[in-house]
């Protein structure tokens, strides 16, 4: 966004400031704006606070490339009341001088500190390419990403909360959600790793649920195969004879992880599970499972009186990651 000058806009009368310095100043804006500049300070002096003359003390400072004190100078005009009501674009200016200063600017606390003065200007001004709010925005997506990583969640989120405030594009912001979502997925398994080892790991290995050679969580199942006559679906000749042994080994893990989630929830501080949130959490897991006889032998053996093992291995960081949901 750019802006010609104030003088663009004729104001005649000056409202609440000494005329003839200001008139004057105006005058020389262009050609001479060192002494324009010495002219506003003279009326503001006089006559604080006056809008006007610190509104165009900024203009002429900006010519003189004295990027700071016209900055000072736009932001004590934009700071008073009648600001709200004047037609000179100050802010326009301002958010100007803020980005020429930025681009000058190498250190990475002065370009956030600036960065952070121009971002509500932006969303004032609605501007189309917001500078300084994506710049703040890929500062937040670093130090989101580096406390999820350090497991900090609750700073992560307020980081999150941060980040989506920002004057951005909703298509920006709907896909920043899901990298927020799995960032702060990071952080609960991060900082929830150690109150696994220590509260849970040994309980669970001792009941079969936890593998400790592979840190693998064990969510599994054995059914006895019985003959067609105690249960006619159980034919070995029906078609859907492998699908109807594998539903009834499997289905029985709902359960299991059931009481994992209720077995998990005070160590890990989660809340309590319902029963869509077990179902859909089940869905996921499912997708790693396998099943198939739980003994080495022929595949051709006859299959009543067999055991058949559904079982589904997660990695702790994987079954934390599916704990998330539960999370406080």
Not at 89 to 95: C, F, S, T, W, Y
Not at 162 to 171: I, P, S
Not at 257 to 277: H, I, N, Q, Y
Not at 294 to 304: I, V, W
Request: a positive charge.
């Amino acid at each position: 966004m750019r802006w010609t000058g104030l003088a663009l806009v004729a104001i005649v009368a000056v409202a609440g400031c000494n005329g003839d310095p200001v008139t004057a100043g105006r005058r020389l804006v262009d050609t001479d704006p060192a002494k324009a500049a010495a002219l506003f300070r003279d009326a503001a002096a006089k006559k604080a606070p006056c809008f006007e003359c610190e509104a165009w003390l900024g203009m002429a400072l900006e010519r003189t490339k004295d990027l700071k004190g016209a900055a000072e100078a736009y932001e004590r005009a934009l700071a008073m009341p009648e600001a709200k009501n004047r037609p000179e674009p100050v802010a326009a200016r301002l958010l100007n001088v803020y980005e020429a200063q930025f681009r000058d600017i190498a250190d990475v606390a002065q370009r956030t500190d600036l960065a952070r003065k121009a971002a509500p200007l932006e969303a004032s001004l609605n501007l189309a390419k917001p500078w300084a709010n994506s710049y703040l925005f890929d500062l937040a997506k670093k130090q989101i990403t580096a406390l999820a990583e350090a497991g900090k969640s609750r700073e992560a989120a307020a980081a999150v909360d941060a980040a989506m405030a920002l004057y951005l594009t909703a298509d920006v912001k709907k896909q920043f959600a899901n990298e927020a979502t799995e960032a702060l997925r990071t952080a609960f398994v991060t900082r929830m790793k150690a109150p696994f080892e220590k509260d849970l790991a040994a309980a669970l290995e001792r009941d079969g649920f936890y593998d400790a050679k592979t840190s693998e969580v064990v969510v599994a199942n054995r059914f006895t195969i019985p003959g067609k006559k105690a249960d006619p679906r159980f034919d070995p000749a029906a078609s859907d004879f492998a699908t109807v042994v594998r539903k009834e080994a499997c289905l029985p893990l709902r359960k299991t992880l059931e009481d994992l989630v209720a077995r998990s929830a005070a160590p890990l501080g989660l809340r309590k599970a319902t029963p869509a949130d077990l179902d859909w959490v089940f869905a996921q897991v499912f997708k790693d499972s396998r099943a198939g006889f739980a003994t080495h032998g022929s595949t051709e053996r006859a299959p009543t009186g067999e055991s058949w093992l559904c079982e589904v291995r997660l990695p702790v960081a994987k079954f934390l990651g599916e704990l998330y949901r539960f999370a406080e």
